[in-house]
């Protein structure tokens, strides 16, 4: 709980939070509360690459949504603003003294057992984690035959900000969850592609 549960990542991000959010899904289907073939993983930015994480190396999850997500750590290491670089060193350790750490956690090097549903959502001008992270995963995951929908937002960064926008990608959520666990949403949204579906 708190600071010391934050602290609880450094070093061991890809690992902690991952194990954290399949625990509690598996706790709460294993009390009965959800149904288990159902359940959904979604998150942004770091929690998006828990997403992504979580669904490489489990299969507790039916489908997820992954907002500006992380695919590729070493990639992101390169390729991230000065202020971003150093808190993977606490998140991952220093790059490139860690690498094998970076390659080991990053998602895009697990897609083996990765066959959830995905929806991967991105604005173009992100410099955090730039379009390239939701692109590889996406060409990587489309590759596979597993079912993907990408959304790239016109003038969107890091974290959506207009009320537009924001509203897109909550339906586009939804739409895409509804047809991947077949369900229909009460409101009418609009199409959505989902490649491999």
Known sequence: YGRSYRRALDGAWG???VEDCVAAAQFLA????VDPQRLIIR???AGGFT???ALAIHDTFAAGAS???IADLEALAADTHKFESRYLDRL???YPEARDVYVARSPIHHLD???APMIVLQGDEDEIVPPAQAEMIVEALEAKGVPVAYLLFEGEQHGFRSADNIVAAL???LAFFGRVLGFTPADRLPDLEISGL
């Open 15 to 17: 690992v902690a939070d």
């Open 30 to 33: 294993d009390r009965g509360d």
């Open 43 to 45: 998150g942004g930015s």
């Open 51 to 53: 997403v992504l994480a």
């Open 67 to 69: 907002r500006y997500g």
């Open 92 to 94: 991952v350790g220093p």
């Open 113 to 115: 057992g990765f066959d």
């Open 171 to 173: 339906e586009a959520e």
